[in-house]
């Protein structure tokens, strides 16, 4: 007898063991393909200059300096005669030359030329229907000019996650200043959104149909979701073959009320949205608003919204709701913006820009001149704003690969965002930085609540053969038990089809099925709340352990509970295998790991015991 | 309410004017006339907070100003 127990030991232990290895392999080797692409994302091309002048100078006024400087400067694209960008190769004594010309009080900025590489990506994926265009071993790369200033696309990982997908039909709504989507009055769509596709919206500031954009910020934000791509025109977007909904509730000086704002999340909602992306914040807590952001969770939508840019420790609402992801900026280095607020409530980093250091560490997108709403234009932004709608755009793309509502985007999210300090959820960048490509892995094709039960089966299996003849339960007829296989499934995958049959009901029967949709570990939820971090008493055995003390006296559970402990060990397991959650009270991975891992353990202890047949 | 301050032109959201409030707040500017725009003007100004108000800038709390004066 004592014998068979280190047996099983050994053998649960060597399981274990190889799964932890084999988890910190592919860790190490994510990490470092990220190494390499962030090495090789900007390089100083040699004796290459890039000078940008005021706007409006002409290519006679700096011919006329170009003598005195040495160089030969050019207009760097036909954008050139109105943004001043140009060029020189061929330059001896770069830094000498650079220090001359930014003497000269036309010139904005003088720095050498740098070269973008798109950072390595994956093989484009063997089963696509048709290969896509401009794919290469870098990812798919679109031929907008602008393109490789925009950092930030390469930054989340696009070039590579837009080989799986472009976000196409998902409803995008953007609450905010309008958009530039239509010719109508003075105003006109701008450039780069033509071809975009969008969805009648509304404009609640001045209650008709045509939510144009009379500020800027509105169009730009949209831009980031679905600027016109591959189109040989400005910019590239996250998702740009998603749809936009423009709905305006911010007026001409950016301003907007919580009345409006809660209207148009319900409106969203209620047509078709999604998605809603919110960069907008102030204010205090607003009923309103929160049971507005909880319609549209409950409705399947995804809420994004900006952390603020008081640049303090405190989430502004409506990112501070339970109900929505709130997002914090980084700048081109990757840490958190200067302006940037964090706190308890922040949930993802994403790239917001940083423009101490001038234009180029901005986000780029096409937009309208404030000062002229007919008129286009390429501005660089900064802010919190900028931040969310590279979220809410990729949350699109998860919906676009089957994701079935929030808590799946939110998972997903979260999974493939890249760990800062190696902890798993911090105050300034929440889960870590937004990875486009890494959060789509994480999706798993929609299938990402099967591998705990395929787990659960494996070490079934496992149990089964560490028992002698005598003892086993009968090597397959156990399955077929629905004693057994229903607890074993709510506790890996819950009643998984439960929402899609019975979704939208409400009160108690609603509970109800929220409940069954969630493996039994996850019901922690419901009684804490959607927190960041999961409940270690839930994430452990104790479920198991204090329910086979009923099994002493009423034998006939034996199997029920077997199942649900099995059932357990899946779900640990995958958890530590995939990526440990947050657990509360431990927020460093490295003690979620072995608390996972030793709980397994005494799940299939407890399942042996349940399953073993009482030898006489 | 009566706020002292300095009128500060912040480039973030594609640029906005916010007061840097004596004190230790910021308030985003809202109503008075265009030449209230004096990037590191020492300021008062009488005016009223908006509570329900939100914003695309998100730096503070919007001050409606009634008015104000250069100090």
Redesign the interface.
Known sequence: MPMKRLNLAVLALAVMAAACASRSDSSEREASAEDSSRRELAQVAAGGIVVDFKDGTTKAEYDAWESEWGVDLEFNSTEGERSGVTIAQGVGDVDAVLARIRQNPAVQFAEPLMMFAVPPGEEALSGLAAPLDEVNKDGYTPNDPEYPRQWNLRMINMPSAWQESRGKGVVVAVL??GIAYEDYDDFKQVVDLKGAKFKKGYDFVNDDEHANDD????T?VAGTIAQATNNGQGVAGVAFEATLMPVKV?NH???????D?ADAIRFAADNGAKVINM??????H?KVMADAVEYARKKGVTVVA?A???GRARV???AAYPGSVAVAAVGPGGTRAP?S?YGKELDIAAPGGD?RQGDAGGILQN?ID?RDVSRSVY?A??????ATPHVAAVAALLYAEGASGPDEVEKALFAGAKRVGGQAWTEEYGHGLLDAQASLAALGGGASRWPSMWWALALLALVLLTMRGRERPGYFNILFRPSFFIPLVLATVGVFFARSWFGGASGVAGDVVDAAYLPIPDWQRIIFGRGKMANPLFYSSLIPLLLSFLAIKYQGLRPAIGGLALGFAGFLSYAAWSKAPALAWMPFTFLALPWLVVNTFICLIIARAMLKRETV | MKLTGRVVYRDIEGGVWVLEGDDGRTYQLAGGDRKIKKDGQRIEIEGDVARDVMTAFMVGPVLNVASYRFI
Do not use: C
């Not at chain 1, 500020?215 to 509105?218: E, I, L």
């Not at chain 1, 932004?381 to 900028?386: D, K």
């Open positions: 905010d200043t500020h800027g910020h509105g730009h911010l000086f950016g301003s907007g009320t919580s009345a704002i960069s907008l914040g102030g204010g205090g607003s900006a603020g840019n008081a502004e609402y409506p302006y607020s423009k937009t404030p501005a932004y900064q802010g919190t704003s900028m």
